[in-house]
């Protein structure tokens, strides 16, 4: 009896370490963000880059050295080139927030004319209108009598503050970029001939985040080009602005795709240019881009990598969002992948990686006992 109390009692003091130690890293995270966003982007851009080397020296019989020059040289590019693209797509929201806040509000004001004129015409008869209240639309439970206003009454300057926040946000991962490319060029240069032997942790950490990371790039990118192109042939204002959104969205699992998705609807359906069939289209086409790609294309090639069940990400979108802002949903989900393989690795907290994975049966197994 005082054995199993005392081990009662133990499981209690893990528990409580392991809840203060989650605080602690928590708070870390949060203190020094401006030095861990750019180390971990680094981290994730020099384990796809890594490939890079091993295929210049084993096919095209390159010295290290000279492979490693080349490989930091191509990193160098495409972050130059993705600054270019996000500076660019970052100017635009900019440039056309204050005409993307007034469609929205007019979208809002016609979906209000949907509604029947019966449900907010104000009877002449109201002991309320004889007695004579005011009319005015800013008080309280009288803007709902007046159709020209819109079916949802929203703060002037909503819109213009998410699109300018979003635009800083991205901005804000370009201003790191001097440091992610520093941190890179030592990842890269500093990473040896070692290879970690196949089965081992860190052997499956680098294969898990290459295919992750990969298969992110390519499906986004395709997702962004149809987005964007299908946006231009329909005439849709800012196409290839929401086309790249599409492509920075689709990296954020699950809630990603349904933002970049409703992002044109309000410039499409606003738009006096657009058929009633282009708009149509303007919403079937890329979300239908987005459910293959998402559902079909993008599972197959990512297979078991990633391995965790969609509340679990949900929640690792909001604790790393909360923490790094919008970079921090971008890379929550790879995170959350090395850090269950991690738990796998130890009996201790291999049940919280199969939880993780959505493997529930491990709470209703009993223990064994051996016969006596």
Known sequence: MAEKSEHYEQRIQTGCLLILTALGIAGA???????????????????SLTPAIDIQMK??????????????????AILALAA??????????????????????????????????????????DPNKSAGLSNDPNEPGNWFSHPNEPLIRIPSDTVRRVLADTASSIMGVISNGLLVLIFMIFMVAGKGTYKAPKGSLWWEVEIRIKRYIITMVVTSGITGVLVGLVLTVLNVRFGWMFGFLAFMLNFIPNIGSVIATIL????????????IASKIMALIIPGTVQFVIGNLLQPKMMGESLDLHPVVVLMSLIFFGTLWGIIGMFLAVPITAVVKIFLQRFGYTRTIADLAAGKTDVLTKTKKTGKT
């Open 264 to 275: 044109p609807l309000p410039v499409a359906l606003i738009d006096p240019q657009l058929g």
């Open 59 to 76: 096919w095209l019989r390159i010295p290290r050295r000279t492979a490693t020059v080349t490989t930091v040289l191509f990193g160098c």
């Open 29 to 47: 995270l949060y203190a020094f963000s401006s030095v861990l966003i750019p180390f971990v982007l680094a981290l994730f851009l020099t384990l």
């Open 84 to 125: 270019l693209l996000v500076t660019k797509a970052a100017n635009q929201i900019v440039d056309s927030k204050d005409d993307y806040e007034k469609q929205f509000r007019q979208l809002l004001v016609q979906a209000r004319g949907l509604i029947p004129s019966d449900w907010y015409t104000s009877d002449p008869n």
